[in-house]
């Protein structure tokens, strides 16, 4: 069974950063693409960021670009994302996703974790 | 940024109606389009991708079709377990972009 677990969220000062985990079993996590998507009851659902199978392998949505980082660590099935520049737009339900097919670009995201959530205020 | 337009914003119908979810696309997604559901306090799914396949598990009365930039998800006899929000997603181009969703109310 696939299993994402996210971590690291909680409040963050503007200006400030956080680091989001997510840990994964239940697959070969080498072999997949993985992304982070965050919800907010204004915005809904917002794709930000996506890794292929390769450390420069990455992608942003336009907002968070140079001060998200995504990455990865294929020894511990582990994907993060550093947010650096907290604002309070970042505030949201942050989900860690495991793309649909292996061996291919972040695409359509078959298995999500339960959230976690990061607030962002002073 | 391609962005997905989904109508309506609520749609109110009762068990064993048949539902219309419309997505838009400002650009063709050509038939890069998938839809998820997502329950109270859950996690959206994956319902189906690439337009019309539908992903494992999935049961047979959810259905989507269109190309393009005009796209449909129809949900043949509600259950109960259907009530929902409904989102679409395109993969065509980055970023990867949903739509605001379709909210799904027991009439």
């Known amino acids: 069974e696939v299993r994402l677990l996210e971590s690291g969220g909680g409040l963050g000062q503007p200006g400030g950063s956080l680091r989001l985990s997510c840990t994964t079993s239940?697959?070969?996590?080498?072999?997949?693409?993985m992304n982070w998507v965050r919800q907010t009851p204004g915005k809904g659902l917002e794709w930000v960021a996506g890794?292929?199978?390769?450390?420069?392998?990455?992608y942003y949505t336009d907002s968070v670009k140079g001060r998200f980082t995504i990455s990865r660590d294929n020894s511990k099935n582990t994907l993060y994302l550093q947010i650096d520049s907290l604002t309070a737009e970042d505030s949201a339900l942050y989900y860690c996703?495991?793309?649909?097919?292996?061996?291919?670009?972040?695409?359509?995201?078959?298995?999500w974790g339960q959230g976690i959530l990061v607030s962002v205020s002073s | 940024e391609i962005v997905l337009t989904q109508s309506p914003a609520t749609l109110s119908l009762s068990p064993g109606e048949r539902a219309t979810l419309s997505c838009r696309a400002s650009?063709?997604?050509?038939?890069?389009l998938a839809w998820y559901q997502q329950r109270p306090g859950q996690a959206p799914r994956l319902l189906i991708y690439?337009?019309?396949t539908r992903a494992p598990g999935i049961p047979a009365r959810f259905s989507g079709s269109g190309s393009g930039t005009d796209f449909t998800l129809t949900i043949s006899t509600l259950e109960a377990e259907d009530f929902a929000i409904y989102f679409c997603?395109?993969?065509?181009?980055?970023?990867?972009?949903f739509g605001q969703g379709t909210r799904l109310d027991i009439k």
């Open positions: 239940g697959f070969t996590f080498s072999n997949y693409a």
């Open positions: 650009q063709s997604v050509f038939n890069y």
């Open positions: 690439d337009v019309s």
């Open positions: 890794l292929g199978l390769s450390p420069d392998d990455t």
């Open positions: 997603q395109q993969r065509s181009r980055w970023p990867r972009s």
């Open positions: 996703a495991k793309d649909r097919e292996p061996y291919s670009p972040p695409n359509y995201f078959d298995s």
